[in-house]
Every structure is written in C-alpha cells, then in structure tokens.
C-alpha cells in the first residue's frame, strides 16, 4: 500500500510539472471577436459594434494572444477592466479617433468620418469575464455611394462583419489587418456557398488550435488510453458523431444550453477520460459510449462559439459544414502532432527500433524543447496566439517521458508507465482545476 500511495504522489508530482506550462490558460481572460453591423440609409452608413473596449484601449495585441493574461502588458487591460464603466466610456472618443486616422471605413475609397451616437457598457459582470460594450458609430457618405471597404486596424483581434438591411446581404470574418472586399450597399454581396464553406473551415480549425485548450486536452486523453489504432478510431468516430449533431442544433438554434453548465461539464468530461486510462490499459465496452455523450457536450462548445457571432443566413449549410471539418483537421492534427511525439518509443517497445537511436532522438528534442523556450520567437508566439513556452515544456516533458520507457524497456508496460499514465494524470489535474474554477470561483 506504502509503494502504490508513493508511486501516486511521484505521477501527481509529475503531472503538476507538466500542467505549470498551461495553468496561465485557466485564468484567462478570453479574447472574443468583435461584432459588426453595417446598415446604410438616406446618406448615413451605421456601424453597431459589440466590442470588449479595454482589450482594444489597452495597446495588446489582440492577433498574437488568445487571452489578455498571455500578453506582457496584460497589467493596463486589468486596470482598464477595473474601472466602473462611466470612465471606461470617456476614453472611447481616443479610440474612435484613432480609427478615423486610419480610416477604419472607406466610401468608393474616400475615408469616412464617423462619430459616436450611443455607447454602453454593462456594470454588473465579473471582473474575470470580458465587459462587451455595444457601440454605435455613424458617418455620412454621398447619396450615389456605391460600396464600403472596412479596413480591421492591425492587432485588433477577429472582427466579424455583417451587413443589415438588404437582400443578399455581405458577412465576413476579417483579422487584425485585413480589410474587407468592397460591400455593396445595394446588397448582392452575399459569399458564394463555396466562399462560406473555405471561410468557416480556419475558424473550425483556430477553435481547436491553439485556442481549444480544453478540447485539446480531451483528445489528447483519447489518444492515451491505448497504444493500439482500433480504441483511438472508436473514440475519435463516437466523438465526431455526437458533436456534429449537437453543433448543427445547437447553431440552428434549437437546443440552447448555458455555458454555466457545459463549461464545467466539458472539464468533468476531460477529467474522466484521463482517471480511466490511469486504471484501464484498454478501451472498455462502455467508453464508446460515454465518449459519445461527452462529444455532445463540446459539441454545444462549438455552437457557443458561433453563437459569439453566428453563420451566414443564406449559406447556413456550407458555414457550418465548414466550421466542422476545420474542427475535425484540427483534432487530427493534435493526434498526428503527439504520434509522431511517441512514435520511436512506441516502436521500440515493440521492438521494431534501434533503442539507442531512440533514446539519442528524445534527449535531443527534449534538449531543444527546453532551449526554444528562451528564444525570443514573436511570430511563433502570434501564430499560437500564447507563450511559445506553453507549449514547449508540456512537449519537453513528453519527450522525457519516451526516454525513460525507451530506457527501461524492461519493465511491464513502459510507455504506460513512464508516458501514457503520467501525461493522463496532468490532463485529470488541470481539467480537475477547470471544473472548481468554471464552479465556484
């Protein structure tokens, strides 16, 4: 009893380590795109905004971080989002004029001033919770104005836009940067069925990577039950099939959970998974089907996050279908990423490689894991919307883990032992974490 209590607490030890890479995630204060509405009437284009303000005042770059506390000036959102909403609401006319400057909205390519007609910012929402403000911008254009241009300033995060009032009605989603095709303000814009489906795919696939921690941890507890390809396959198509169906109602509509329960329920579901592989070393008869009701809930996940800011109408289908298959490529790709991870320890343990070709392989990567998370990588870290670091220390201490079953390849089950049991204990702490902090804090 003495040696199974220490093993344990070894694996805990072990797990906390590996979750100290991620724990900044759990505390974040999630970016969210902005929201857009453009009408035009009589001479006088609007722009409803639903917007986290203090995220744009606070100078963070909104197109390299997934959340503010990842950003090294995460301290000026805080005090930002400390103020009472009154004095957030007074420094909107600097932002605005910072907008003008650019032009943030362009008429047949002249810059259009706009002005504010209404702000308002809600009062009583956590302080760990964005504030989202809805803001009304106005501008006067030529009546004979053919089309708009919005030009999305640089490190503003996702602005998803859409036009109002009018048949065929344009709808895009624009990062940091970019700036849309010219809007018809007749309408007639409207995304092809094949446009809308190619949009929706990288916002399927940006959900998972790198923003999905949570479902990143879910399939990654998926991979680690077995080392075999037919539990992995059960799982995977269990999971697809019921978030597939709980994405398209819940987008549709039909079924509405709160993120007060799915949240938690989703981090439960991470913690199942990972404490059943500690105890089974195989897929059980009942697994497939828990996975399934699992997989309803993240699929209710990725319905929230259309619901931030919806699907196009008129090609409803295509969007959708597309925001699917980039959620799809993005869970395989997790799963090809950590296979190649293990794959040399996997085919030493069934003795099909040199192990000190092996063991050679993982000291190196561990080695350059390590050495990478001191080097000062801005595009990668803008790319990964986090520190290149939370990803890099949870991978080096992977690599040590395939080291050590290479090298003690005698022993029962190494890859269990030294990689799969550990790696699950760290995903059952953090989603364990996960679910008291969306509970009770």
């Given at each position: 009893m003495?040696?199974?209590f220490?093993?344990?607490?070894?694996?805990?030890?072990?797990?906390?380590?590996?979750?100290?890479?991620?724990?900044?995630?759990?505390?974040?204060?999630?970016?969210?795109?902005?929201?857009?509405?453009?009408?035009?009437?009589?001479?006088?284009v609007?722009?409803?905004l639903?917007?986290?303000?203090?995220?744009?005042?606070?100078?963070i770059?909104?197109?390299?971080?997934?959340?503010?506390?990842?950003?090294?000036?995460?301290?000026?959102?805080?005090?930002?989002?400390?103020l009472?909403?009154?004095?957030?609401?007074?420094?909107?006319?600097?932002?605005?004029?910072?907008?003008?400057?650019?032009?943030?909205?362009?008429?047949?390519?002249?810059?259009?001033?706009l002005?504010?007609?209404?702000?308002?910012?809600?009062e009583?929402?956590?302080?760990?919770?964005?504030?989202i403000a809805?803001?009304?911008?106005?501008?006067?254009?030529?009546?004979?104005?053919?089309?708009?241009?919005?030009?999305?300033p640089?490190?503003?995060?996702?602005l998803?836009?859409?036009?109002?009032?009018?048949?065929?009605?344009?709808?895009?989603?624009?990062?940091g940067?970019?700036?849309?095709?010219?809007?018809?303000?007749?309408?007639?814009g409207?995304q092809?069925?094949w446009?809308?489906?190619?949009?929706?795919i990288?916002?399927?696939f940006d959900?998972i990577?790198?923003?999905g921690?949570?479902?990143?941890?879910?399939?990654?507890?998926?991979?680690?039950?077995?080392?075999?390809?037919?539990?992995?396959i059960?799982?995977?198509t269990?999971f697809?099939?019921?978030?597939?169906?709980t994405?398209?109602?819940?987008?549709?509509?039909w079924?509405?959970?709160?993120?007060?329960?799915v949240?938690?329920?989703?981090?439960?579901?991470?913690?199942?998974?990972?404490?059943e592989n500690?105890?089974l070393?195989?897929?059980?008869p009942?697994?497939?089907?828990?996975i399934?009701?699992?997989?309803l809930?993240?699929?209710?996940?990725?319905?929230?996050?259309?619901?931030?800011?919806g699907?196009?109408q008129?090609?409803f289908?295509p969007?959708?279908?597309?925001?699917n298959?980039?959620?799809?490529?993005?869970?395989?790709?997790?799963?090809?990423?950590?296979?190649?991870?293990?794959?040399?320890?996997?085919?030493?343990?069934?003795?099909?490689?040199?192990?000190?070709?092996?063991?050679g392989?993982?000291?190196?990567?561990?080695?350059?894991?390590?050495?990478?998370?001191?080097?000062?990588?801005?595009?990668?870290?803008?790319?990964l919307e986090?520190?290149?670091?939370?990803?890099?220390?949870?991978?080096?201490l992977?690599?040590?883990?395939?080291?050590?079953?290479v090298?003690?390849?005698?022993?029962?089950?190494?890859?269990?032992?030294?990689?799969a049991?550990?790696?699950?204990?760290a995903?059952?702490?953090?989603?364990a974490?996960w679910?008291?902090?969306?509970?009770?804090?």
């Open positions: 003495t040696t199974t220490y093993k344990l607490i070894l694996k805990l030890a072990y797990a906390l380590v590996l979750s100290s890479g991620m724990a900044g995630l759990a505390q974040a204060h999630e970016v969210v795109p902005t929201i857009a509405d453009v009408q035009s009437s009589d001479g006088q609007t722009l409803d639903r917007v986290n303000l203090e995220a744009l005042m606070s100078g770059d909104l197109d390299a971080v997934a959340d503010t506390n990842d950003a090294e000036n995460a301290s000026d959102y805080d005090s930002l989002r400390a009472p909403a009154d004095e957030v609401a007074a420094r909107a006319p600097e932002l605005l004029a910072q907008w003008n400057a650019l032009p943030l909205l362009r008429a047949d390519g002249e810059p259009v001033a002005e504010a007609v209404a702000l308002t910012l809600p009583d929402v956590n302080p760990e919770l964005p504030r809805e803001w009304s911008l106005r501008g006067t254009v030529p009546q004979d104005t053919r089309g708009l241009v919005v030009a999305w640089d490190g503003s995060g996702a998803v836009l859409r036009q109002q009032g009018v048949e065929n009605p344009y709808t895009g989603y624009l990062d940067g970019a700036e849309s095709p010219e809007i018809l303000l007749a309408g007639g409207q092809s069925a446009e809308a489906f190619t949009s929706y990288p916002v399927g959900h990577l790198p923003k921690l949570d479902h990143i941890l879910f399939v990654l507890g998926l991979f680690f039950l077995s080392t075999h390809l037919r539990p992995l059960w799982q995977v269990a697809t099939a019921a978030h597939t169906v994405l398209a109602l819940g987008a549709l509509g079924v509405t959970v709160p993120g007060s329960i949240e938690p329920l989703i981090a439960a579901s991470i913690v199942y998974v990972a404490v500690i105890f070393a195989g897929l059980s009942w697994r497939p089907l828990v399934f009701g699992f997989g809930l993240h699929g209710l996940g990725f319905a929230s996050v259309l619901g931030e800011f699907l196009p008129d090609q289908i969007a959708l279908i597309g925001f298959i980039g959620v799809e490529i993005g869970q395989l790709t997790v799963i090809a990423v950590m296979f190649l991870c293990v794959w040399q320890a996997l085919r030493v343990m069934r003795g099909q490689g040199d192990p000190r070709a092996a063991k392989l993982y000291v190196a990567l561990t080695v350059i894991a390590l050495a990478l998370c001191i080097v000062p990588m801005p595009a990668v870290a803008a790319l986090a520190p290149v670091p939370v990803f890099l220390i949870p991978l080096a992977v690599f040590t883990g395939c080291f050590l079953s090298q003690f390849r005698q022993v029962a089950a190494p890859y269990r032992r030294f990689v049991i550990p790696a699950s204990v995903i059952a702490v953090i989603g974490y679910f008291v902090e969306r509970v009770f804090l």
